[in-house]
């Protein structure tokens, strides 16, 4: 069984507060589980949603440096 992480540990783990995670459980933008009145998130649905959010830089193409240069 994979480990669940509170919204507390959540929210540290992303550098962000506690209100961030819990609008993302409000909003059913992550998966999370209900432990009785308590809510747990899946570790792997926290890299999930960072896997789905990140963005990749883009390399300059060689075009724009030639008019920049």
Known sequence: ????????EVADRLGTTVRFPRRLIEERRITFVKVGRHVRIPESSLSDY???HTVVCVEPS?????AVA
């Open 1 to 8: 069984m994979e480990r669940l992480l509170t919204v507390d």
């Open 62 to 66: 060689s075009r724009r440096l030639k």
């Open 50 to 52: 960072v896997a789905a």
